[in-house]
């Protein structure tokens, strides 16, 4: 079976300080990881994916992420914070055989202090 | 550049009114979801589509059907809208390899 945890529903931190989500899954199969990142009243927008090649990916606005298998963890970092990523972030864990096997956080919200 | 674009940002009905929720993709995607999101409830899939005329129910598909009648087009209807029917829902699509790209979301609030 498969499942995500977001370790943290709320993470806030300075701007200028490095960012930290959180995040575990379980999977019986090799999945396909992605974090997405939600803006108040908007869509989601993917941030970046990792589906079996390179453990370390790069996203989008200097987001990067690490696969760890021996963790089953998928971290979501920013080493310097800024303003405009306050939102929420989710983690998502997918196989692609099936819509039920897209699993979705419960959403880690970041508040940037200035 | 990708888009998924839903027919309203923000929509009032009444208890009982029929609702139509449309969504477009231009990407050329098999896969359409349909997800409402409540807080503390996070995303929860009401339907899938993998094809033209398929769908296959999600998690709470109760209240909710759907039309795929092209490949772009997935809407999603409330025979009879209820105040416990109102939250924000999100169209997706998924090409290959797996990533959902998803629209701007329509708030819905049932009076």
């Known amino acids: 079976a498969q499942s995500v945890t977001q370790l943290d529903s709320h993470v806030s931190v300075s701007e200028g300080t490095p960012v930290l989500l959180r995040c575990n899954y379980s999977?019986?199969?090799?999945?396909?990881l992605f974090w997405y990142v939600q803006h108040p009243n908007k869509g989601l927008q993917l941030l970046l994916k990792y589906t079996s090649a390179a453990t370390l990916v790069k996203g989008i606005n200097g987001f990067e992420a690490e696969f760890k298998k021996s963790e089953t963890s998928f971290h979501l970092t920013k080493p310097s914070a800024h303003m405009s990523d306050a939102a929420e972030y989710f983690c998502v864990v997918s196989m692609y055989s099936s819509a039920s096997k897209i699993i979705f956080g419960s959403g880690t919200r970041l508040s940037i202090r200035p | 550049d990708v888009k998924v674009t839903q027919s309203s940002r923000y929509l009032v009905k009444r208890t009982g009114e029929k609702v139509f929720l449309e969504c477009v993709q231009d990407m050329d995607h098999e896969n359409m979801f349909w997800y409402r999101q409540d807080p503390g409830l996070g995303l929860r899939l009401i339907y899938f589509s993998y094809d033209v005329k398929m769908k296959e129910k999600g998690d709470i598909p109760e209240g909710y059907s759907v039309s795929r009648e092209k490949k772009e087009r997935f809407s999603l209807i409330l025979e009879s809208a209820s105040t416990n029917q109102t939250s924000m829902y999100l169209c997706a699509s998924r090409g290959v390899p797996e990533t959902q790209y998803f629209g701007p979301g329509t708030r819905l609030l049932v009076l």
């Open positions: 999977s019986s199969y090799s999945p396909s």
